[in-house]
């Protein structure tokens, strides 16, 4: 028993003696010193260390600090010394800093000035020299010499050490330029050599292509035919790129040898693990079916069409798998989709991230799946489609959170939003067929927030302020539109206006302005009303003119009220590729709403778009319009008629020049109107678009002149441009007429600008 206690004693001892010791040499880093440093600043060297003052010396950081400075590439030797001091443990890195880049030098450069080369390198004088990033230098060096045409380039460079500082030269072989003249294909059976040309992106010389040989390209070009021929079914093909050049060496001839191999097609095509949805549901929208030609393209396409068929119907945790099996001796794929349904899923919470200065209940109003609805795929596209046509957004994204979030059913919806410029400012002049030389003035906001000061932007109401000022028109002109009147689904505004126009006989003057309040009636129909009273000057009537123009001469006032049904299916208003635009309006003037003139006007407008593959639209447009006079009118006044002629009816015939002319051969417009246009626009450049025209109609005096025998119908074909800029769209058309009158001209340019609000 006396010597358990003789041990336990011994232990305790120890122990405690133990803890002494090691607090009697716990060190304590009073400081940290940098020496033998001349380009590298002490404070940046210090900032990469993890010892810090104040800290507890430790050798294993030490040692990784030390390992941490050689990585920088700044230095050839770091080593640290201890001095203990009064006031505790100096910590002293002593480190060797690799030479300094004093000066670049060239030679044999003729082609490329010796500053354009420099301004390719990321190696600078003045600065530590780092050999690893001359080596990727020199490697972009020979790519810019290959984008000039010369492939053939060599480029190596060697350096000179002396006082810790180093010159370089860089030492270069142009050779000559050259060019590709041939791009061969042996092998090719299904596909034609024209047809491959378009698809890698190397060109050979001609009027629109230098034929400078881009390796990197190059290099793709056998990836872009291999995946080709796969979209195809081709799956064992195989691509062997080869270059020959002349004896000159400076033309080039580059030869794909191409192993077709055979042509797969879709055997058996099954499912797995589907319960809610039949074989049948599934396979509809499929496009590999049996006996199709197989892609691994339409395969992946096939296995995203099923999941958004039960993400549509609220399964949005289920997932797709596809298996295949490949038989070569039949040459035929099958295909196995393994399917996990999972359990409907309903939305929990809704997140807006991504915008900064529009409201949150702005973006919200627009979603058309609410907290506790079941997922809806359709009703997420078309949410998606609301937002963008608000015009606030350069993208808008959604991403529904894997793990649900308060109940097993319930998971959040993340919507991202990426804002675009909403204000602007812009002046300019520019010329249009229909209004001559014009210059104008610009001020809009269409997210604006009257009562959010000092930005006032946010709530999604709409200002603009224009003024344009030319040759033969003077507008002036103030809008305002609240989206959400009061906060109920309500759309009102006005705008006020002064617009001046200078016809070939006389001149209209018209100062008024418009209410309208607009609802929604479903989700693509709505209901709009609009009142307007404006005043009419007609003046400066010249003694030629028609006798219809003569009698309008002075001032008279209209008061009216329009409604209009408006179903509006575009998938962008912006830029639509498919849906319909229907819009049938009823104008009413005068009688118990007092004004001068007395006529009921009836309209229509139907657009009918259809997308064509990727880039192509064909648009179908019909408007049909009816105008008759009633009570004390006796006559439609002429500034209320139809006209056509020109950019915005039927392109090829001078602006109004389509249809009744008066005793003197003026246009004088018509109370019957039908337009037909279709066009079709090929996307360039996200800006750029090639359009291609067919316009057809007439404007007749009345309802008698409208009979079969006597529609003498206007055509005209043609081809523009469409252009978008900061200033609006652009469309310049070149139209050719097929029925002119006689002494007109068969063709003519129309320029024109918009400016959407």
Same mark, same amino acid.
């Given at each position: ?533 404006? %005043? $009419?000057?007609? +003046?400066? /009537? #010249? !003694?030629?003119?028609? @006798? ?5 001469? &002075?001032?008279?006032?209209?008061? %009216? $009220?329009?409604? +209009?049904? /408006? #179903? !509006?299916?575009?998938? @962008? ?5 498919? &849906?319909?635009?229907?819009?049938? %309006? ?172």
């Amino acid at each position: 028993m006396r010597k358990k206690f003789i041990v336990f004693f011994a232990f305790i001892f120890l122990f405690f003696s133990g803890n002494v010791f090691a607090q009697n040499n716990e060190r304590i880093i009073n400081k940290l010193k940098v020496t033998n440093n001349k380009v590298v600043s002490e404070q940046t060297i210090i900032s990469k260390l993890k010892s810090k003052e104040g800290s507890e010396y430790s050798p294993l950081i030490l040692s990784d600090d030390i390992k941490r400075l050689y990585a920088t590439g700044l230095f050839n030797d770091v080593s640290a010394d201890l001095v203990d001091e009064a006031d505790g443990l100096v910590v002293v890195f002593k480190v060797e800093e690799k030479p300094m880049l004093k000066d670049i030098l060239f030679s044999g450069n003729r082609r490329i000035r010796t500053r354009k080369l420099k301004n390719e390198l990321t190696v600078k004088i003045g600065e530590i020299f780092d050999q690893f990033q001359l080596k990727e230098d020199m490697v972009n060096l020979k790519k810019l010499y290959a984008a000039k045409g010369y492939s053939l380039a060599e480029l190596d460079y060697a350096f000179e050490e002396k006082d810790n500082s180093v010159i370089v030269t860089i030492n270069i072989q142009e050779g000559k330029r050259i060019r590709v003249r041939k791009i061969s294909f042996e092998g090719n059976g299904y596909f034609n050599d024209a047809r491959l040309r378009k698809i890698i992106k190397t060109k050979k010389r001609g009027w629109f292509n230098s034929g400078f040989f881009k390796e990197d390209v190059w290099g793709e070009d056998s990836d872009r035919l291999n995946n080709f021929y796969r979209m195809d079914g081709f799956i064992d093909v195989s691509i062997e790129p080869s270059i020959e050049y002349n004896q000159k060496n400076d033309s080039m001839y580059l030869t794909f040898k191409i192993s077709e191999g055979k042509q797969y097609r879709t055997g058996n095509v099954l499912f797995k693990g589907n319960q809610v949805f039949l074989n049948s549901d599934l396979s509809g929208n499929l496009e590999l079916l049996n006996d199709q030609i197989y892609s691994e393209n339409k395969l992946r396409s096939d296995i995203s069409r099923i999941q958004s068929h039960y993400f549509d119907a609220g399964y949005i945790a289920s997932s797709v798998k596809a298996d295949t099996m490949l038989n070569p001796q039949t040459g035929l794929v099958d295909v196995s989709y393994d399917i996990s349904e999972g359990k409907i899923g309903y939305l929990d919470k809704v997140n807006i991230k991504g915008n900064v200065r529009t409201k949150d209940v702005v973006i919200r109003r627009e979603m058309r799946l609410f907290p506790g609805d079941r997922y809806n795929g359709e009703k997420l596209r078309r949410s998606r489609q609301r937002l963008y046509n608000l015009g606030y957004f350069d993208e808008v994204s959604f991403n529904t959170e894997e793990e649900p979030s308060t109940l097993p059913d319930k998971y959040d919806l993340d919507v991202f939003v990426k804002e675009s410029k909403t204000g602007e400012f812009s002046f300019g002049a520019g010329y249009s067929s229909v209004d001559k030389f014009i210059g104008f003035i610009d001020l809009t906001q269409r997210n604006l927030d009257i009562f959010n000061f000092p930005t006032f932007t946010g709530a999604g109401q709409k200002l603009r302020l224009r003024m344009e000022f030319g040759s033969e028109k003077k507008d002036y002109e103030l809008s305002f539109v609240e989206p959400w009147f009061l906060g109920y689904p309500l759309a009102t505004g006005f705008n006020i206006y002064s617009r001046t126009r200078e016809w070939d006989k006389y001149d209209e003057k018209r100062i008024g302005g418009n209410l309208f309040v607009s609802k929604d009636l479903g989700e693509y129909w709505k209901n709009k009303w609009t009142y307007r009273y404006e %005043s $009419i000057r007609i +003046d400066d /009537i #010249q !003694d030629d003119a028609s @006798n219809a123009i003569k009698v309008e001469g &002075g001032k008279n006032y209209i008061s %009216s $009220i329009q409604t +209009d049904i /408006i #179903q !509006d299916t575009r998938d @962008n208003l912006y830029n639509p590729r498919t &849906g319909v635009y229907n819009q049938f %309006s009823t104008e009413y003037a005068g009688g118990g709403l007092g004004g001068d003139k007395d006529f009921v006007r009836y309209e229509t407008k139907n657009n009918k778009y259809f997308p064509i593959g990727n880039d192509d639209v064909l648009d179908f447009q019909i408007r049909l319009g009816v105008i008759e006079a009633f009570s004390d009118s006796v006559d439609v006044p002429v500034y209320e008629r139809f006209y056509a002629g020109g950019a915005n009816t039927i392109r090829g015939y001078k602006e109004r020049r389509v249809g009744p002319e008066g005793d003197q051969g003026d246009p004088i417009g018509g109370r019957l109107r039908a337009i037909f246009n279709s066009e079709y626009t090929h996307k360039l450049t996200n800006n750029l678009k090639w359009a291609f025209f067919y316009d057809i109609g007439n404007v007749w005096a009345n309802n008698q002149e409208f009979i079969w025998d006597n529609l003498k119908l206007k055509a005209a074909i043609g081809t523009g441009v469409r252009v978008k800029t900061p200033l609006g769209p652009i469309r310049l058309d070149y139209g050719y007429a097929l029925n002119p009158k006689e002494g007109d001209s068969k063709s003519r340019f129309h320029f024109a600008m918009s400016h959407e609000f």
